[in-house]
């Protein structure tokens, strides 16, 4: 079942989420309908605060789409990035170690049509749950590294554009306030003209 992403300034984007502590049909559930809400958005991560759950939850696919059919091609994936099984379920993510600095393009499923440039951590080493609630670490880095920073970045109520300068920060806010958000045509067309997918989160 497609959820209703939650679009800033909506509250609940800003609460902090809480780690999950019953395993079974229900979590399962919410899983399930948040990989469809994710890839009907065009998405390539969400985080359940996003649906208006406050859940330590993230889905997260970045496996490059062909747009013409569901064919995955790998070949724009680092050797890291191709070891780990997706579409990736973290539940009560941590990150054990970060190294290095990169920057990459962001934009996010709750702040649609705006992109920054955001400074991430190069590699991570997670720790999470799978839906069952079985421990595993992951290592990794590429888009898959900067995608789980940006989602567990909505587990603590923060959003992409927290972390650009304080003048940029606004000048989206004041738009927003202005405007508002395109529509799901509007939004496809804008995609349509970028040259590189960015991060939608």
Do not use: W
Request: proline share 6%.
């Amino acid at each position: 079942m497609k959820l209703e992403i939650l679009t800033y300034p909506n509250p609940i984007l800003r609460e902090v989420s809480q780690p999950v502590t019953e395993f079974g049909p229900k979590l399962k559930k919410l899983v399930e309908d948040m990989l469809e809400t994710m890839y009907d958005a065009s998405g390539i991560g969400l985080a359940a605060p996003q649906v208006g759950e406050l859940l330590q939850v993230l889905v997260i696919d970045t496996r490059p789409r062909d747009p013409e059919s569901s064919r995955y091609e790998n070949d724009d994936q680092t050797e890291l990035e191709k070891k780990i099984k997706q579409p990736l379920i973290l539940i009560n993510p941590e990150i054990i170690k970060g190294e290095g600095k990169t920057t990459f393009d962001e934009g996010c499923l709750s702040v649609p049509s705006f992109y920054e440039t955001v400074e991430r951590y190069e590699k991570i080493e997670v720790k999470a749950y799978d839906v069952d609630g079985k421990e595993f670490h992951l290592v990794t880095d590429g888009l898959l590294a900067i995608c789980i920073q940006h989602e567990m970045d909505h587990l603590a109520g923060t959003l992409f554009i927290d972390h650009i300068s304080f003048t940029k920060s606004n000048r989206i806010k004041n738009q927003i306030k202005k405007s508002g958000y395109p529509t799901r045509e509007e939004l496809a067309a804008k995609r349509s003209e970028r040259k590189k997918d960015p991060v939608k989160a």
